[in-house]
Each structure stands twice: as C-alpha cells, then as structure tokens.
C-alpha cells in the first residue's frame, strides 16, 4: 500500500494555512508583491525556518516579516 502524502514529509493542509499567513503578512510588511523576486526568496526562507523547526507563527512571522531598509540616498 502506497503511503499518504503525510508520512511522506509533504505538509498538512494546517500547515499550508499557517505558512500562507505569514507569507501573505510578511510580504504585506515588506510592500512586496506575491510574485515578485523579493516574495519567491520570502517563500524560500520561509520553508526553510520551518523545516528546520520554526514552527510557532508569531515567531516565523518575526523572523521573515521585517521590512528591508532603503538604502539612503547621497
């Protein structure tokens, strides 16, 4: 018998929900569209944190929700 996507690694649907969160907050925070260069490094970042551990909203959030500083012009 084959085994489920779960005992695969794969993420529960729970889980999809809470990373979609903080993606879509963070890249609200950082004024940065869903699509962009910016938000797939987002998306990278995010995964990773999580499947090292990270896995408490607040602190994922924390984590990749801050917003880059311009650089100040001369």
């Known amino acids: 018998m084959p085994k489920s996507i779960y005992d695969r690694g794969l993420l529960k649907p729970d889980e999809v929900a809470t990373l979609q969160r903080v993606f879509d907050e963070a890249c609200r925070r950082r004024q ?20 090292a551990g990270m896995v408490d ?18």
């Open 32 to 51: 940065a569209h869903p699509e962009s260069a910016e938000a797939r490094e987002l998306a990278l970042t995010l995964l990773a944190l999580y499947n």
């Open 57 to 74: 909203e607040e602190m994922l959030t924390e984590a990749v929700g801050f917003r880059r500083l311009e650089p100040k012009s001369a």
